[in-house]
């Protein structure tokens, strides 16, 4: 075990002992120092964090404390019976703060208790047992939350572990507080009873055992009893405080300190109607001038100074943009500039501005690096930054989304509703009907107030950040193989020569450029097929490409070699893979089309054959459809990339497999089987 553990533990065992064992005086002193010093550190702990889980270890920490603070109760009061001493700590505060005045001293203690048990203690048991209510009552929500995120891939799934986990412990530290402040409660409570003890008793054992008088007895043991008193209240009052601050602390970005100074003196005009008041106070009343003036003339003159800085900021700022602004207008290459093409870009109208805007709670921009994330983990590529602007000749709900400047897609959002998608025929929801903009689904615009009741209907309900974020998840992912170009392909393998640099030497420059590279790489994008297993795709290239330079042969070559992650994309429960079949004579009739020349071979098919071919696969694709499944159509290797020549305009989200694309411990059942009339 560490020293800090067994630190820990020897600090248990010694405040058990402290009940049973009678502790020297000068040991007392020590140890009731050490509880004030713990009380403060904590209570500084406390004000310092910006949020609960950051103290963790809080209700154990009362629980220590208390034990602590009772075990010195009992040592004193035996000491205080005993020997009518308890150390130079209690005696210092029995005179000293009191001024030795017993009733003064009797007073301060019953206040402290007071103050201790009918309102911090009070208000921060009821707090707690509110915030573990709520906390506990919004777990699913967050739970839910959480899962559509990670669907809508904008976390992964260690982020989602990660948010799981906060939220579990947020509801198990709420729920330890609730019971936590019933230590501080009962704490408060037999420090009352203590005293009662020690000034009766104390009184009593003076007069029979010590032989003092009544009054010797009376001053003496009141004393001692009230310097107990204080030494146990104040470090329980600090305690009592942390645990207020702590269940009444909100979300925020800052700890206590910083909070307070922002918020509380953020409006000037309030400083200045304060000063103005007090001023008056001290004016009409007969309060005295010195103390109202000064008091007035720093809330004024402080509101002065946050005023002129607020002006300040913007202005200078504004003169900065400006001058940019100006500069670039200057220049010559201003033009030149309105020439780049972004990537991506998100337009909407200016009613979505509080999907966008993190002061109105908009998390869109968050999002946006999410599915940056989450697609170069499942596809293998750098998605690029998305540029994100409003557009006034958008209507106010309406967003747009672009890849390299062509419009890919577009939908409308409603804020203040959520989208409800059926799982079957149920249509007993009230809302405005739509389509679902990433998979085409039939849905609904519904409200709060009918959002319970879809869920209970077994609807799939989303907010519209979710929405869209999905829709634009859906789109890049479609759109892959447009994002990669020369310059993009170049930075991946630069990325690979790291780590294998006679790989990437011995396939480029020669025998292929980096364009060829591209293009093999755009091949399996657009089919959906990740290219993030870098070192196996450019070690079937480096053994192919010296037979050809056909970007389409080369890409059988490299699905063949991601045989294994193909297999795993595709089959989910169990070993079995259910498929659509294309039978000989259809693959016959796809191999006599093939016509090859000195530029590559391309599939020549009939018309009337290939308007047979495509109708027999709708058919098929309709009809495994109805059965709930993901039609995947397979046929051999020779003609699966002319297959998908010919069923790329029709059926571009169908995949087509060949059998050497399939893991060997795979099952194939064939659901379904193309046959031309």
Request: hydrophobic share 45%; glycine share 6%; proline share 4%.
């Amino acid at each position: 075990m560490k020293i800090r553990d067994l630190g820990v533990l020897a600090a248990v065992i010694m405040i058990v002992a402290m009940l049973i064992i009678p502790l020297p005086t000068w040991l007392l002193s020590f140890l009731i120092i050490i509880n004030i010093t713990l009380s403060l550190l904590v209570l500084l702990v406390t004000m310092n964090m910006k949020e609960a889980l950051d103290f963790a270890i809080f209700p154990s920490i009362i629980l220590l404390l208390t034990l602590f603070r009772l075990g010195l109760s009992i040592s004193t009061t035996r000491a205080i019976l005993a020997n009518g001493d308890a150390g130079d700590v209690v005696e210092t505060f029995g005179e000293f703060v009191t001024g030795g005045n017993v009733l003064v001293g009797l007073v301060i203690f019953m206040l402290l208790v007071i103050i201790n048990f009918i309102v911090i203690t009070k208000g921060s048991e009821r707090v707690a047992e509110v915030a573990a209510r709520f906390t506990l009552d919004a777990m699913p929500g967050k739970q839910m939350s959480i899962d559509a995120d990670l669907n809508a891939g904008m976390i992964s799934e260690k982020e989602a572990r990660e948010r799981r986990e906060k939220v579990s412990k947020e509801s198990d530290f709420y729920g330890a507080m609730d019971g936590a402040t019933k230590f501080v409660k009962g704490d408060a409570i037999a420090s009352i009873i203590m005293v009662f003890i020690n000034l009766l008793f104390g009184i009593i054992i003076g007069m029979l055992q010590l032989d003092y008088s009544l009054t010797d007895a009376a001053s003496h043991f009141s004393k001692l009893t009230v310097g107990d008193g204080l030494v146990a209240q104040i470090p329980a009052l600090l305690v009592s405080t942390a645990t207020g601050i702590v269940v009444t602390r909100a979300a925020s970005d800052g700890n206590l300190g910083e909070d307070i100074t922002k918020q509380l003196f953020a409006q000037s005009k309030l400083l200045y109607i304060a000063g103005g008041t007090i001023f008056l106070l001290g004016l009409f009343t007969p309060i005295p001038d010195w103390i109202t003036i000064p008091i007035a003339l720093i809330l004024i003159g402080g509101a002065y100074m946050i005023h002129n800085k607020k002006q300040e900021d913007p202005e200078e700022l504004l003169e900065i943009e400006e001058e940019v602004a100006t500069d670039t207008m200057k220049s010559p290459e201003n033009v030149v500039n309105l020439l780049n093409v972004d990537p991506i870009e998100f337009e909407f109208g200016y009613g979505l501005i509080p999907l966008v805007d993190a002061a109105q709670g908009g998390d869109l921009l968050d999002r946006v690096v999410m599915i940056r994330r989450q697609l170069a983990l499942e596809l293998g590529i750098v998605i690029p930054v998305v540029r994100i602007r409003d557009n006034i000749q958008l209507q106010p709900n309406e967003y747009r989304i672009k890849i390299k400047g062509n419009e890919m897609a577009k939908g409308e959002l409603l804020l203040d509703h959520y989208l409800a998608m059926s799982p079957g025929e149920d249509d007993s929801i009230d809302g405005i009907d739509t389509i679902e903009p990433s998979f085409g689904l039939p849905a609904k615009w519904i409200t709060e107030k009918t959002k319970e009741d879809a869920e209970m209907l077994g609807y799939t309900v989303v907010d519209p950040p979710s929405v869209v974020s999905t829709h634009l998840t859906e789109i890049i992912r479609a759109n892959a193989h447009e994002l990669l170009g020369r310059q993009e392909t170049k930075q991946l393998v630069d990325h690979l020569r790291e780590n294998y640099p006679i790989l990437v030497d011995e396939l480029t420059p020669t025998p292929l450029s980096i364009g060829e590279i591209q293009k093999v790489l755009a091949k399996l994008l657009k089919e959906n097929v990740s290219i993030r297993n870098l070192p196996i795709i450019f070690e079937t290239l480096a053994d192919y490409a010296k037979l050809t330079s056909d970007p389409d042969v080369l890409t059988e070559y490299v699905r063949q070699a991601l045989a294994k992650q193909i297999t795993s994309q595709y089959v989910s429960d169990g070993p079995n893979l259910k498929v659509i079949t294309i039978p000989g004579k259809i693959e016959k009739l796809i191999a006599d089309s093939i016509q090859q020349t000195d530029h590559g071979n391309y599939l020549a098919m009939n018309p009337q054959d290939s308007q047979a071919v495509l109708e027999a696969i709708a058919k098929e694709v309709e009809r495994v459809s109805f059965m709930e499944q993901s039609p995947i159509i397979l046929c051999s290797p020779g003609i699966r990339m002319y297959l998908r020549q010919l069923t790329e305009r029709y059926f571009s989200q169908i995949p087509i497999l060949s059998y050497n694309e399939l893991d060997a411990n795979v099952e194939i059942q064939s659901v379904g089987v193309v046959n031309v009339e």
